[in-house]
């Protein structure tokens, strides 16, 4: 059995959900499959959007937005069934509707929205591309229908950030399996999150659909899980940054989740754990290019320098203290900050009188800028926050020879694990940085 994840540009329309049904269907010539979805191109953002206009009372603005949403999925589900109708559809995505409408009401009622509320909002995105693909197939004459993960994936922790639960997972998926002919029908299952007992959404951050697919492919263990997106696959760097970057065909899993963990966008950070454990081999696919054969990530003898990412949007905090030497737990005082305002460190560079701490800058809150101010009185700090964050990846990395080739070096973090080395720099042109340091690590 297959696990096939669509992302939200392939669903993002009416071309694009006929392209991503084809393909599923031809997979199914091959083999059993399970699909999971993202949600349509923007819709995500387009939710989000609607939680702050309805927290800020904006109730008419939330409700004709509300329309054209509709009329999104309604128009690409139109083209889908060739302007005939889909009762089956209409009632599906009326009730949908209502149960949005009346929660951004709520929300406008109470001028607030919980981490809980928005992830009930956020998730409706993949609830609607799961019935549009789901429609899409059954045009082609297999039986499909639309499941949610919130009933087969099992959280709890954060909302917006949510765990899952192997064991209770496996129960869920289990009693799933034994209700649906798998010959017969092909489900498509909601990515982005899980649910618990009473209902709940617990989202895995955004991109978090990646992380659906191969929790599931665990699950279910999957011959295979292949992510279909828009690029060819893993790329020694970001292809619409650097144009002569080079496709792998063949990735050790471990590399392979550095690249999700530096932020290189292809995948979402925990991705791989779930299927590395198991051996299931993860496919990066081309929608635009079915028969190109992608990245292969899998258990391998990784060697040499496989990626570069560089991530402009990071902060730098040093604190200093001639009195550190020598005394316990100075670094656990500071960590225990962060902690407690729920921030998640980046990158830990000590020294016996110093460390520093990097953040993402969209992590920088008023609340621990001021955590900050009682925190001067015991230590020297100085915060910079133009920084760029450069990550080498892959297996013995020449570490001297890419340093000597980075100029403005602020802090270098290399990890015992040994699959990258993080480089911060003074915030210049990233792009012509990055563009430099590809030439000279891969000579082009
Ligand atoms: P999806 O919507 O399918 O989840 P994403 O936008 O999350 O797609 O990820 C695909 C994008 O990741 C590509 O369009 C590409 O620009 C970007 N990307 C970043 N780093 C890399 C890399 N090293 N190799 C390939 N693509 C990368
Ligand atoms: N739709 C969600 C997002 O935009 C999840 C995903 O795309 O994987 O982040
Ligand atoms: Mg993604």
Partial sequence: MRILKF???????????????????????????????????GVTDGLDKLCELAKKGEIDKVLSRLVELREKHDTVARKICKDSCDINYVNKVQEYFGNLESILKGVSLLSEVSDKTKAKVLYFGEIFSAILLALAIKQRGIDSHSYRSKDLIYCDGSYLNGEYDYEKSREQVERFMKNISLIKEIPVVTGFGGGDADGNIYLFDRGGSDYVATVLGRLVMASRVEIWTDVYGVMSADPRKVKKAILWDKLDYAVCAEFALVGAKILHPKTISPV????????????????????????????????????????????????MLGVAGYLYDVVKVFRDKGVSIDALATTETSFSISIRKKYYTRSLEKAFDHMREHFRLSIRDNVSKISIIGDSIDNYKILNKLKDVIMVSKWAYDKSLTVFVEQGDSEKTLKKLHKEVFGK
């Fill in 7 to 41: 992302w939200g540009t392939s669903l993002g329309s009416h071309e694009m959900i006929e392209k991503a049904a084809d393909i599923v269907v031809q997979s199914k010539k091959k083999e059993n499959v399970i699909v999971v979805v993202s949600a349509m191109s």
């Fill in 276 to 323: 590395q454990e198991k051996d299931i081999p993860v496919y990066i696919k081309n929608t635009f290019d079915p028969e190109a054969f992608g990245t292969k990530i899998c258990s391998m003898k990784a060697s040499g320098v496989k990626g570069i990412s560089i991530d402009d949007k990071q902060m730098i905090f040093t604190f200093i203290d001639p009195y």
